[in-house]
């Protein structure tokens, strides 16, 4: 029976367990007590571990150490970089222009949108049916008082890998400067995130999505590029984050992104390949089970990973299986998957992320969400496929 067996945990899109060494460091620095800004010996050691994490992150990631803001969440970090870009410019200017793309995560359109009361125009940029955009469909689109851009790296649903560097290229060629934004919180277990190469201004990452803990994150900030505080308080981290640091969840959130980005390149092969299997098994169980989001090509055991698709992500529609209900069902047979972010859970309408791929409406409802630990096995993968035929075979409609 299913419910016997261990369970499998196929949700790391909305989260992700601790890693050994993550863990260890946490552990480690949790006898870290004093408050880093305080100059006596147990704030003085509390300060040199928290730039021993900065400095360590900077380098996972391509940066100078002073151009990392350790933040509470990935939704902080991008608050903290469209509002604190944003609202200066929109004080000094009255107006200003922005553009994002329709499938971001609510974090950046949820922020962007409440600027829209303030003044600023923003351009909702669509997608093509695999959830990509061209670079020239946001070039084409800048404006005279264009000032900043916002697209995603890897979409938390479908797993689209975006052209960020390309859409950089083609805004260095702009007649003005247009800050470049990207949220990079699935990125890094699974595509290189180095600033310099991407192109970025700014970048948010989230512990939790690369095995590190829940509660810290950090906005990468160019420098030069300004910007201003949206939580006030205190002077630290900057003077862009009020607020006394988490020693011990920033230390091994430094240390999980250095892991994920060591090993990216074979952890990202590895799992594409028990994803493709995975893929393979579903089709062969599950007739008529559709893809939503990029191609992932041949289903192959040794297939590379799909240039424009994260290689631990499925999403799968199975018409006639409610989607909401497969995930209950699932659950009940030891599988842990989801519909859409996390952050969306308890909203009737479908998926902002599905629907702009141009699904149709009685499909819109029927994605599932699969998305793979780096551990996911091939026999994980079969029993997600068997899990997901018990489910279409006991509540699919006609």
């Known amino acids: 029976m299913f419910w016997k067996k261990r369970r499998i945990y196929a949700d790391a899109a909305a989260a992700t367990p601790l890693s050994r060494r993550a863990r260890r460091e946490f552990l480690r620095l949790l006898s870290v007590y004093g408050n880093a800004g305080a100059l006596h010996a147990e704030g003085q050691r509390a300060h040199e571990e928290l730039e021993a994490a900065r400095t360590r992150a900077a380098k996972a990631i391509g940066a100078h150490a002073d151009e990392i803001i350790f933040t509470a969440s990935g939704t902080e970090g991008n608050t903290l970089a469209l509002h604190g870009l944003l609202r200066p410019v929109l004080r000094e200017r009255g107006t200003a ?23 600023l125009a923003l351009t909702e940029a669509g997608v093509d049916a695999q959830g990509l955009v061209m670079e020239n469909a ?38 003005h400067k247009i800050f470049l934004h990207t949220d990079a919180s699935q990125a890094p277990l699974w595509v290189p995130v180095n ?24 906005l990468y900030v160019r420098r030069g590029t300004p910007i201003e505080p949206v939580l006030w308080g205190g002077k630290q981290e900057r003077g862009l984050r009020g ?6 969840a920033i230390g091994s959130f430094a240390l999980a992104l250095e892991d994920a980005q060591r090993w990216q390149e074979r952890r990202a092969r590895k799992t594409a390949a028990v994803r493709d299997y995975l893929w393979s098994e579903i089709l062969r169980l599950v007739p008529g089970a559709l893809l ?24 799968v529609s199975v018409p006639g299986l409610e989607a909401q209900m497969a995930v209950i069902a699932l659950d009940a047979l030891g599988v842990g ?30 994605a599932i969400r699969i998305t793979l630990l780096p551990e996911a096995t091939r026999a994980d993968a079969r029993r997600i496929a068997a899990a997901l035929s018990e489910t279409a075979r006991r509540y699919k409609k006609a």
């Open 195 to 218: 600033v310099e190469k991407l192109g970025v201004d700014l970048m948010t990452l989230d512990a939790q999505k690369l095995q590190g803990p829940k509660g810290v994150g950090c």
């Open 337 to 366: 998957a989801s519909t859409r972010s996390a952050c969306t859970i308890g909203s009737q309408d479908p998926s902002h992320v599905i629907v702009a791929l141009g699904v149709p409406t009685e499909l819109s409802g029927t």
């Open 138 to 175: 946001i070039v084409s689109a800048v404006r005279p008082d264009t000032a900043l851009v916002s697209v995603q790296l890897v979409n938390s649903e479908i797993g689209a890998i975006e052209p960020v560097h390309q859409i950089a290229k083609g805004l260095r060629r702009a007649k």
């Open 243 to 248: 607020g006394t640091q988490n020693v011990p």
């Open 292 to 315: 939503n989001g990029p191609h992932i090509g041949d289903v192959r055991l040794n297939a590379p990973p799909g240039e424009m698709r994260a290689a631990n992500n499925l999403n």
């Open 97 to 119: 222009h922005a553009m994002t793309l329709a499938i971001e995560h609510q974090s950046v359109l949820e922020p962007l949108r409440a600027l829209v009361r303030e003044g």
